[in-house]
């Protein structure tokens, strides 16, 4: 498929993934590489997060109309490669941020939320049972995290327990949802409901939107990411489709509201409102703004259509002669940059895949 020819979601999301694939996967050792090309300090494979990334990505290319088989294969191929992270000795088992045979690494609990909620997405494609199981898990794992320290909230790392972060606690608050959509128990409704109700220590009036962390001393940093909003409003969307009490929808379309006004900034020279430079948290922002959408009867479709007229802008603009992204989706900076982060590329892959499957 020539670089310049793709044309709907579909072509666009398989021509961004045939390109990664082609430039970032380690085929003897079926892994990616980090950065592409390869820093002269980088290990010689990618850490976790971005490998889960790509597990996202093809995630979403498996639900695409028409291609399922071949992404299912792929998708099976993805989650045996995983098990390199995986260090089975460690009670409870869970994935160190890097490959075990050469030394693996700390153990994060978003590391370990974010291949839970990939789970659950491989469970409801494949099938599989097994996957329903590991999703459980990594949301075991998860609540081993949970302290009444600072009243509460889950720490962000496993062996140094410095924060509770937004990033440690969103996403554990969306996985117990997706948990309970599988097995109707109410214990995963009611940790949803703990973990959001401490996490709202980290909400910024001033901003609307949420903080990053909270320290041992109680000190809050304040920095705000696209994600760290995304997954409560992925949450309280979850919440509200399960129990139907208004205040969570409420709270997910106060949240988006305020997430698009304090995010997004218009460009002098450019047609669109931009989101940030990090499409990865951009896509976790995007996946709150979808499942607000399912739920809400006034099927506001403002946020999405944000989000979407940035990623057909940077189809465009922000692309290098090799069709891989800058993470400026205006295309202003790093086009053609010398080193490019792979997980600046798998959330281009999962965005085009999500809008082929709203298609």
């Known amino acids: 498929m020539d670089v310049k020819l793709a044309k709907t979601y579909k072509e666009k999301a398989e021509q961004s993934y045939e390109t990664l694939v082609n430039y970032y996967f380690v085929k003897e050792h079926q892994l990616f590489l ?54 089975v000795e460690a009670d409870p088992a869970a994935y160190d941020s890097y490959v075990i045979h050469q030394g693996g690494g700390s153990k994060f609990y978003d590391d370990n939320q974010w291949l839970g909620l990939d789970f659950v997405e491989a469970y409801r494609t494949l099938g599989n ?46 996985l117990a949802m997706k948990l309970f959509e599988e ?31 909270m320290k041992l001393d109680g000190s809050i940093d304040g920095t705000t990411y696209t994600y760290n909003t995304g997954t409560i409003i992925h949450a309280n969307a979850l919440l509200y489709k399960a129990t139907n009490h208004s205040d969570y929808l409420k709270e997910a379309r106060m949240l988006a509201q305020s997430s698009l006004a304090h995010f997004t900034t218009k460009h002098p020279d450019v047609s669109i409102h931009l989101f940030p430079t990090t499409p990865w948290f951009n896509t976790i922002l995007l996946k709150g703004y979808l499942a607000l959408f399912e739920v809400d009867s006034e099927k506001d479709r403002t946020f999405i259509e944000a989000i979407q007229d940035n990623v057909n802008y940077a189809w465009t603009h922000a692309r290098d002669h090799k069709g891989l992204f800058s993470s400026d989706w205006s295309g202003k900076t790093g086009v ?24």
């Open 336 to 359: 053609e940059q010398k080193y490019k982060w792979l997980l600046d590329q798998a959330p281009m892959v999962e965005i085009y895949a999500l809008f082929a499957n709203m298609e």
């Open 183 to 213: 097995t109707g128990k109410d214990e995963y409704i009611i940790w949803a409901e703990k973990i959001l109700d401490w996490t709202k220590v980290l909400w910024q009036p001033e901003t609307g939107v949420y903080g990053d962390n």
């Open 34 to 87: 980090e950065n592409y090309e390869k820093k002269p300090d980088d290990r010689d494979f990618s850490y976790l997060w971005p490998f889960s990334g790509v597990l996202s990505a093809v995630n979403a290319l498996a639900r695409m109309g028409g291609e399922e088989e071949k992404y299912r294969k792929e998708l099976v191929s993805i989650l045996e490669s995983l098990e390199q992270y995986r260090d």
């Open 129 to 174: 049972p097994y996957y329903l199981e590991m999703a459980k898990a990594m949301f075991d794992f998860s609540i081993s995290g949970w302290s009444n320290e600072l009243g509460g909230g889950i720490y962000w790392q496993e062996d140094q327990k410095t924060s509770k972060n937004t990033c440690s606690n969103g996403p554990a608050a969306v």
